[in-house]
């Protein structure tokens, strides 16, 4: 784990090498070789969403995943029976709670961890027990950051989707606004004793205002690596979003 205010780590998010794959049919790109790459270019994690819907990854992605990544997996998973039987059997490194909608492209707001504190207290008690670290994927909100310190999450993931669309839209002043928020949530959500993850819609553009928040400890970055990959490769997509977060960190390039 990484020291307080130090490097970041980066987790690398492969599911779209998955829909790339599932858009075919065909047995490639395989988003185990993507892994291991991303392991070569200097990732610290690698993430993966095993859907309800399994649009992307699927069983058999997880299975090869356990089997031979040598990196921590940070498993992202909707909070039902099914996916707790499955990471209980797997006992991935970290477990992140997402919410999940079936008519949704993405994961496109945070769960609401306030209004369903009971129930996700004892869902993910058995992962915590199993050794799991768990992380509830939050908007920059105070009373979601309050309610995951409370049921014992040791992780919540601030989502950035909403920053990055303001952003993209030009709508700076708006951007500014969230970025603010999400400055506030993790300094908040760090006083809670809570470690602090950060991630969605993440770009080269995005990621330094981010990344330079000292609480902050890891960032989960897919889509837009996996898509600047078709034009640079993966390898160099991630040494240069690598060279962003450590430069927005203020530590010398490696
Ligand atoms: N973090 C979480 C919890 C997510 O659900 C996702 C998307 O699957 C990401 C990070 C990565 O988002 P993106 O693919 O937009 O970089």
């Given at each position: 784990?990484?020291?307080f205010a130090g490097?970041?780590?980066?987790?690398?998010?492969?599911d779209?090498?998955?829909?790339v794959?599932?858009?075919?049919g065909s047995a490639?790109?395989?988003?185990?070789r993507a892994?291991?790459?991303?392991?070569e270019?200097?990732?610290?994690?690698?993430?993966?969403?095993?859907?309800?819907d399994r649009?992307?990854i699927?069983?058999a992605?997880?299975?090869?995943?356990?089997?031979?990544l040598?990196?921590?997996l940070?498993?992202e998973?909707?909070?039902?029976?099914?996916?707790?039987?499955i990471?209980?059997r797997?006992?991935?490194?970290?477990?992140?709670i997402?919410?999940?909608?079936?008519?949704?492209?993405?994961?496109?707001?945070?769960?609401?961890?306030?209004?369903d504190?009971?129930?996700?207290?004892?869902?993910?008690?058995p992962?915590?027990?199993?050794?799991?670290?768990v992380?509830m994927?939050i908007?920059?909100?105070?009373a979601q950051?309050?309610a995951?310190?409370?049921?014992?999450?040791?992780?919540?993931e601030?989502?950035?989707?909403?920053?990055?669309?303001?952003?993209?839209?030009?709508?700076?002043?708006?951007?500014d606004?969230e970025?603010?928020?999400?400055?506030e949530?993790?300094?908040?959500?760090?006083s809670?004793g809570?470690e602090?993850?950060a991630g969605?819609g993440?770009t080269?553009?995005?990621?330094?205002?981010?990344?330079?928040?000292p609480?902050?400890?890891?960032?989960?970055?897919?889509?837009f690596?996996?898509?600047?990959?078709?034009?640079?490769?993966?390898?160099p997509?991630?040494?240069e979003?690598?060279?962003?977060?450590d430069?927005?960190?203020?530590?010398?390039?490696?």
């Amino acid at each position: 784990m990484t020291d307080f205010a130090g490097r970041l780590r980066l987790g690398v998010n492969i599911d779209h090498v998955a829909t790339v794959r599932n858009a075919r049919g065909s047995a490639y790109p395989c988003p185990l070789r993507a892994a291991k790459l991303a392991q070569e270019a200097g990732a610290d994690g690698i993430t993966a969403h095993l859907r309800e819907d399994r649009r992307h990854i699927s069983d058999a992605d997880i299975d090869g995943l356990m089997e031979t990544l040598t990196l921590p997996l940070n498993f992202e998973m909707a909070a039902t029976g099914e996916m707790q039987a499955i990471a209980l059997r797997h006992k991935p490194h970290a477990v992140c709670i997402v919410p999940e909608k079936r008519e949704e492209r993405t994961t496109e707001g945070g769960l609401d961890v306030a209004r369903d504190d009971n129930r996700l207290a004892a869902f993910i008690a058995p992962l915590r027990e199993a050794g799991c670290r768990v992380s509830m994927f939050i908007g920059a909100d105070e009373a979601q950051v309050t309610a995951s310190a409370r049921i014992g999450a040791q992780v919540v993931e601030l989502h950035t989707g909403h920053y990055c669309d303001l952003h993209a839209e030009g709508r700076l002043a708006e951007r500014d606004e969230e970025l603010a928020r999400l400055r506030e949530m993790t300094a908040y959500a760090h006083s809670l004793g809570l470690e602090v993850h950060a991630g969605h819609g993440l770009t080269y553009e995005t990621v330094q205002p981010i990344a330079a928040f000292p609480e902050v400890m890891e960032l989960n970055i897919g889509h837009f690596l996996i898509a600047e990959a078709l034009f640079k490769g993966l390898a160099p997509a991630i040494t240069e979003m690598r060279r962003l977060m450590d430069e927005a960190r203020g530590l010398p390039a490696q």
